[in-house]
């Protein structure tokens, strides 16, 4: 998650040296193009022209229904990461109710990222609902992450569960 956040301010902070308008048109990630002016799909990465065979036709339909699975999680990745990011912005501002409705929305279109959990969890602990930040704290451990987010959650139960005591 925190990668897109990063390669979407990267290409942000190009474009503004080359326009004023800080907000790009399009942005693409890993091939993976979406407009930022339009609620189109993200374009797929194009791939290598290959020849035609007469049974192409059979397998190409078959075949587009998981392109647009991948085009939908991409889209659902694009989001979240977009409601990490304004998220992250609300928490920083000390508007937590803010923040915990993005985290929330980020939460419902990639329910998997630890680091969302995170930082439900850190919103939950701001708004004094320590059981909730438990809850998420411990749902964050439970998923695959880059090590930092695992890290935090594991000290931010110990650190609940030395509370109660």
């Keep these: ?43 797929p990465p194009e791939s290598a022209p290959q020849a035609k065979n007469p049974s192409d036709d059979e397998r190409s339909s078959s075949s587009r229904v998981p392109v647009d699975k991948c085009d939908d999680a991409m889209e659902m990745a694009l989001e979240a990461a977009h409601d990490v990011e304004v998220g992250d912005y609300s928490f920083a501002a000390n508007n937590y109710d803010g923040a915990l409705l993005r985290y929330k929305d980020a939460a419902k ?25 438990m ?10 992450g880059p090590g930092k987010w695992l890290e935090e959650a594991k000290a931010a139960v110990v650190r609940l569960q030395n509370r109660r005591h």
């Design 1 to 43: 998650m925190d990668d897109i956040i990063a390669e979407v301010h990267k290409q942000q902070s190009n474009k503004k040296r080359r326009n004023t308008n800080p907000l790009p048109d399009v942005f693409c990630i890993g091939g993976w193009c979406r407009g930022h002016a339009s609620k189109q799909k993200p374009t």
């Design 109 to 133: 279109e990639k329910p998997g990222d630890a680091a969302i959990h995170v930082r439900l969890g850190r919103v939950f602990e701001k708004l004094g609902q320590l059981p909730q930040a």
């Design 135 to 144: 809850e998420q704290y411990q749902a964050a451990q439970e998923f695959a």
